[in-house]
T-cell receptor, first 120, second 110 residues
């Protein structure tokens, strides 16, 4: 199957700092990537849809100025948590949809390994 | 009303038994349905997807879909301790956006 890599796998930061998480599709081009957040013992909540070359679409209740998303290339999307606070501590997961016409087709989403953020 | 609902469990089954997981969804227009397995601290991994009413089998897993009842289930036959995980039901709401249920935790007793 296709590989989606997230970096870092885990990060600890001080309150008020910003943290960038990368999501890379290693063996396919992804026109669309999705960012999810998962709190302990809860399900994945979609935060935003990231489209290459355009602005991200945020779900209701997600602050776009706090969670900056950049999808600068067909293989990379980044999520920056700005001025992080302890309540932002969570497991952040990206998923990527292959571009049409590639080896993997466009009918499936592939998930990254997740990035665990702890804000002290 | 939540878009996707699952029994949170935990569901405890003995090794070798059948684990039955249920999921209901609210959007009657949903077209595709997914079951993911998530081990603690890990990202979800796709087990099955189903688009058409009826059963779909893949190894020890069988997904069942009933669009009229807005119900999708997952059966795990011959359950193994390695099947112990949280199983997430996901529904495609539009353009590949997935709405996830809260997950059902399964424990297989050796």
């Amino acid at each position: 199957g296709a590989v989606v890599s997230q970096h870092p796998s885990w990060v600890i930061c001080k309150s008020g700092t910003s943290v960038k998480i990368e999501c890379r599709s290693l063996d396919f081009q992804a026109t669309t990537m999705f960012w999810y957040r998962q709190f302990p013992k809860q399900s994945l909540m979609l935060m935003a849809t990231s489209n290459e070359g355009s602005k991200a679409t945020y779900e209701q209740g997600v602050e776009k100025d706090k969670f900056l998303i950049n999808h600068a290339s067909l293989t990379l999307s980044t999520l920056t948590v700005t001025s992080a606070h302890p309540e932002d501590s969570s497991f952040y997961i990206c998923s990527a949809r292959p571009a049409a016409g590639g080896v993997f087709g466009s009918g499936e989403l592939f998930f990254g390994e997740g990035s665990r953020l702890t804000v002290l | 009303q939540k878009e996707v609902e699952q029994n949170s469990g935990p569901l405890s089954v003995p090794e070798g038994a059948i684990a039955s997981l249920n999921c209901t969804y609210s959007d009657r227009g949903s077209q595709s349905f997914f079951w993911y397995r998530q081990y603690s601290g890990k990202s979800p991994e796709l087990i099955m997807f189903i688009y058409s009413n009826g059963d779909k089998e893949d190894g020890r897993f069988t997904a069942q879909l009933n669009k009229a009842s807005q119900y999708v289930s997952l059966l795990i036959r011959d359950s193994q301790p390695s099947d112990s995980a949280t199983y997430l039901c996901a529904v495609n709401i539009n353009d590949y956006k997935l709405s996830f249920g809260a997950g059902t935790t399964v424990t297989v007793r050796a």
